[in-house]
């Protein structure tokens, strides 16, 4: 059972563009939604990081909008660099519970030149 | 600041082999985790601790074991390696529940 859904799987974008990355949940009692950036070879790094009594949060270029109803959030790429070619995971956890995150399938971005 | 180191970076074993998988953290974080992640897969917790001598089984636990003996160190033991074994493993910590967990570089495991 997935319980944290990620698309799209793979995504280009021309430089400058704004890729979007949607995520969906199941689980109402998660509470605590990051995104994680992962270079090859690398360990994932939190990018940014959003809690459901807000519905939008940035943190530079990265912008996460938040739908409590809908149960979707998703990461916004601003101005977007050939530098941000990575894979994205999005997550969710339950503040309250000690048991790690449950992560979205992930999506590999191409920013091209 | 070295965060979360994993041992070894890379590593092949034949089927029915043993080995441990290294972690250590120097950021004195209460909470450790274990993920595999394999391709379209995302990561899939493995085991997880919250405290010296305290572990607990996550989403795919069968094939492994931990141990927790300081707050440091969070080995992660695969007694009969098999092929459905092949994976990357990421090692994390973070201070509290919550927080933003710190991932290790990751050991990139064979079972041939």
């Known amino acids: 059972q997935q319980q944290v859904k990620q698309s799209p799987q793979s995504l280009i974008v021309q430089k400058g563009g704004i890729p979007i990355i949607n995520c969906a949940y199941e689980?109402?009692?998660?509470?605590?939604f990051p995104w994680y950036q992962q270079f090859p070879g690398k360990g994932p790094a939190l990018l940014i990081a959003i809690r459901p009594d807000v519905s939008e949060k940035k943190e530079g270029r990265f912008t996460i909008s938040f739908n409590k109803s809908a149960k979707q959030f998703s990461l916004h790429i601003m101005d977007s660099q050939p530098g941000d070619s990575a894979t994205y995971f999005c997550a969710a956890s339950m503040i309250g519970g000690a048991d790690g995150l449950t992560f979205g399938k992930g999506t590999h971005l191409i920013i091209q030149p | 600041n070295a965060g979360v180191t994993q041992t070894p970076k890379f590593r092949i074993l034949k089927i029915g082999q043993s080995m441990t998988l290294q972690c250590a953290q120097d950021m004195n974080h209460n909470y450790m985790y274990w993920y595999r992640q394999d391709p379209g897969m995302g990561l899939k917790l493995i085991y997880y601790s919250v405290g010296a001598g305290i572990t607990d089984k996550g989403e795919v636990p069968n094939g492994y074991n931990v141990s927790r003996s300081t707050t440091e160190d969070f080995p992660l033991r695969l007694e009969l390696a098999a092929p459905s074994q092949t994976s990357v493993y990421f090692c994390?910590?973070?201070?509290?529940?919550?927080?933003?967990?710190?991932f290790g570089d990751g050991t990139r495991l064979s079972i041939l």
């Open positions: 689980n109402t009692a998660f509470d605590y």
């Open positions: 994390a910590s973070s201070r509290q529940i919550g927080q933003p967990q710190h």
